[in-house]
């Protein structure tokens, strides 16, 4: 079935692009949670298991470790709560603290979804006639951060077979640590000369070069821009006429239009509703058969 990730790669990149600047410039709370929720909502359905767990689990400790830092080193606030050596710890200066751990958190999690959804070749199709450098660039990193992680755990595995992780006292298991971070920088810089070498035995870099695109833009990508560009004008037409305003200091004061808050919380749904849509229509289409 068509489901998000299956559209073309100039309307995800719309997509991605627009919920990532109204999350991380617009700062407000409410769209901040809308932003977080509809991330770790799609995140979620698409990669499942125990990986989603360890990951959860990482991101409540960034989150915790974000909220708690703003009052500790920020006393501002005029709602003092209690006081930590000598210094007033504030219901304004906690919000706010709190604010930024959602937006941070938030933020993350659409860029691991980015990750997921716009891989290197839709990448190399964006940025491929603009900038080759540094569309091959970008889908290099991008290939090289799974595949250097699973060469580690590869490394690992064969020194744990050879006996060299015999004792476990922390020392032992530092200096196998190292022994595996020297395997892997020497095997990367090595696989990095075999690719430039393939690359250049390829023709990679010579003039006229053609441009090959297995993605195709139809009505359903023109209908899914329409409608974040609408969504996004919306939004940022509310923020502009101060109907999202939200200040922490010195009290909390906020105006929040309804409308525009459904309608940034629609935007960061949309891939969620969009892939709830194509399970329901699979399951529709099994059923006929």
Known sequence: MNGFEYFHPTALAL????????????????LNVAALVGAFVFYAKTKKGICLVKETGF????FVLIAITNPLFSHKGATVLFFFNNNPITLESILYGLNNAVMLTAVIYWFKCLNLVLTSDKLLYLLGNASPKIALLI?????????????????????????LYASSAWTDKLKGTLRVCSALITWSLENAID?????KARGYGLKPRTHYSLYRFTRRDALM???????????IFAFCAQWLEFSFYPLVSYVCSLSALVAF?????????????????????????
């Open 195 to 199: 690719t430039g070498s393939s690359m």
């Open 139 to 163: 889908s290099s990193a991008l290939r090289f951060i799974p595949l250097l992680k699973s060469q580690g755990e590869r490394i690992k595995a064969s020194q744990i077979t050879m006996g």
């Open 225 to 235: 821009m329409v409608l974040v560009a609408a969504l996004d004008i919306f939004v």
């Open 59 to 62: 991101s409540f400790l960034l």
């Open 265 to 289: 919380a629609l935007l960061c749904l949309l891939p969620l509703i969009i892939e709830i849509k194509e399970d329901l229509m699979w399951k529709y289409c099994k059923s006929r058969i």
């Open 15 to 30: 997509y991605f692009a627009s919920v990532l600047f109204i999350t991380m410039f617009l700062s407000n709370p409410f």
